[in-house]
């Protein structure tokens, strides 16, 4: 017998069952709801993200990225604060563009014999959807944040539609 012979809703009618039944709230759905709750709760902060510790947004993923776009280009801004240019890389590869980077720290007092280090790393995978024209992207990096300007091919120039919009009578 497998685990998943035991869940109530995995029996050939693959209904999920509701959490009331006659007598009241359904007990072993009520205790399997609140247990998941739990693990949501306890692991919600853990994962790669919380290797930067004060860098990293409690519930997203780091680097934070900005996205803008006109008819002409697809601009990406991602903030690395406290990292520097040599330790970011952009690379672009089948209409898909990686952010990655990489942060040591080594903290150490020799008067309070003192020393910490931490390392972490990073890697963001963002689809792009349009034909980019490879030879002029530019990346510029300043003050922790990272602009990526991504220009359009003229086929994806011409391909962009206006559409009109009408009221409704």
Request: glycine letters at 8%; a negative charge; zero cysteines.
């Amino acid at each position: 017998m497998s685990v998943r012979d035991l869940i109530p809703w995995n029996r050939g009618n693959n209904q999920v069952p509701s959490l009331y039944r006659e007598g009241g709230i359904d007990p072993f759905l009520s205790l399997h709801r609140d247990v998941n709750k739990l693990f949501d709760e306890v692991f919600r902060g853990f994962g790669a993200p919380s290797l930067f510790n004060e860098m990293a947004p409690r519930n997203g993923t780091w680097p934070r990225v900005e996205f803008s776009e006109n008819d002409r280009e697809i601009r990406v801004m991602a903030e690395v604060p406290g990292l520097e240019e040599k330790d970011v890389e952009v690379l672009l590869e089948d209409g898909v563009l990686t952010l990655r980077g990489e942060k040591k720290s080594e903290v150490e007092d020799k008067d309070r014999q003192f020393s910490e280090r931490y390392h972490g790393r990073f890697e963001r995978r963002i689809g792009l959807g349009r034909e980019i024209d490879e030879d002029k992207v530019a990346a510029t990096f300043k003050n922790g944040l990272l602009t990526i300007t991504l220009p359009k091919t003229e086929k994806a120039q011409a391909n962009a539609k206006r559409i009109a919009i009408s009221s409704e009578k």
